[in-house]
Structures are given as C-alpha cells and as structure tokens.
C-alpha cells in the first residue's frame, strides 16, 4: 500500500487523481462548503488546504515508515479537519 501510494503521489497524471479531486471538488465539497456560507472565490482555497494538508500528512507517515498505526493517523487527521487537538 504504501509503494501505491506513494506512486500516486508522485505521478497524478497516471491515475487522473486530478480528474478524481475536480469530481470530488464539484459533486461534494462545493455543496458543504455552499451549506457554511462560503464565499465561492475561497471554496478553491479551502478545498487545497484540506485535501493538500491531509496529503502533506499521509506522506510523511509513509516516509517514516508508517511508525505510528492508521488508526492515530487518521484520528490526528480528523482532529484537525474538525479543528480540535489530541491534547
């Protein structure tokens, strides 16, 4: 998994993560965000901060060998989408 992973981290072109994010973005973020209230001009921003930020995150458990289990990976992913700390 992580070898996957990472491949399509690196080459996105490869297996249209793209295409996969710009449907995710237009079928399912746009519809939250436009439930919140937010401005249309920022939706884009919000959207590469999430999906960038958790990316950011996954890559760098895998590059220390995934030390910590999955299961507090994604708990600390999800604490900082819902914007509370583990502490």
Not at 34 to 44: A, I, M, T
Not at 60 to 79: A, G, P, Q, R, Y
Request: hydrophobic share 40%.
């Amino acid at each position: 998994n992580k070898r996957v992973f990472k491949l399509i981290h690196d080459k996105p072109s490869v297996f249209n993560a793209q295409k996969v994010f710009t449907k995710m973005y237009n079928d399912f973020f746009t519809i939250i965000l436009s439930k919140y209230g937010v401005k249309e001009e920022e939706k884009q921003y919000i959207f590469e901060f999430y999906t960038q930020g958790t990316l950011s995150i996954v890559m760098k458990w895998l590059s220390n060998d995934c030390v910590e289990s999955i299961e507090d990976i994604s708990t600390l992913i999800i604490s900082l989408i819902n914007h509370k700390s583990n502490r």
